[in-house]
T-cell receptor, first 117, second 113 residues
Framework: AQTVTQSQPEMSVQEAETVTLSCTYDTSESDYYLFWYKQPPSRQMILVIRQEAYKQQNATENRFSVNFQKAAKSFSLKISDSQLGDAAMYFC??????????????FGTGTRLQVTL | DAGITQSPRYKITETGRQVTLMCHQTWSHSYMFWYRQDLGHGLRLIYYSAAADITDKGEVPDGYVVSRSKTENFPLTLESATRSQTSVYFCAGTPGRKNTEAFFGQGTRLTVV
């Protein structure tokens, strides 16, 4: 079974600075997808960024980028120019490239990000 | 709008009662999921469904029952609620394409007293 590990329960960053959230995963598959979700106090789960395992290039979305190290099974999220609105819980998630019952998402335990002035 | 609607948003129930959490989707998601979110555990999968009449257990299925007679509805029933089932419950859906993220409902905060 696949597992996702987020080893940082809490992180703090000053406004306008850069922060990196860590995520590692364990799988024997070669075809899979990785996601970062943001959960603000409203509880809504919001997709931040996604990465296909077969792509070498790291995904980027505006101020958000990932460092995808397939061999090391690492998938960290970098937030540049942090803003107060970035304060939230962040979850790393894994999805198998298979179909049927293999399509479930497996989540890490989350990292709570605080943004200070 | 992610096309996933959960009801109710908040629910308080007593130990031993049966409770049903509703999930309705309007985007023709093939796959649907129920997760529970607890501090220190992240989101854990309870049950999932690949299509109508096809369901399977996730990581923490004990004490829960699901059904999916129609593609758009995926209710979760707690047969006899226990205090350990106090949690926030999320319903999610995703199309059949493998690279698509899951879309989530707003969540239901369930308290069992």
């Amino acid at each position: 079974a696949q597992t996702v590990t987020q080893s940082q329960p809490e992180m703090s960053v000053q406004e306008a600075e850069t922060v990196t959230l860590s995520c590692t995963y364990d799988t024997s598959e070669s075809d899979y997808y990785l996601f970062w979700y943001k959960q603000p106090p409203s509880r809504q789960m919001i997709l931040v960024i996604r990465q296909e395992a077969y792509k070498q290039q790291n995904a980027t979305e505006n101020r958000f980028s990932v460092n995808f190290q397939k061999a090391a099974k690492s998938f960290s999220l970098k937030i540049s120019d942090s803003q107060l609105g970035d304060a939230a819980m962040y979850f790393c998630a894994y999805r198998s490239g298979g179909t049927g019952t293999a399509s479930k998402l497996t989540f890490g335990t989350g990292t709570r990000l605080q943004v200070t002035l | 709008d992610a096309g996933i609607t959960q009801s109710p948003r908040y629910k308080i129930t007593e130990t031993g009662r049966q409770v049903t959490l509703m999930c309705h989707q309007t985007w023709s998601h093939s796959y649907m999921f129920w997760y529970r979110q607890d501090l220190g555990h992240g989101l854990r999968l309870i049950y999932y469904s690949a299509a109508a009449d096809i369901t399977d257990k996730g990581e923490v299925p004990d004490g829960y029952v699901v059904s999916r007679s129609k593609t758009e509805n995926f209710p979760l029933t707690l047969e006899s609620a226990t205090r350990s089932q106090t949690s926030v419950y999320f319903c999610a859906g995703t199309p059949g394409r493998k690279n698509t993220e899951a879309f989530f409902g707003q969540g239901t905060r369930l308290t069992v007293v």
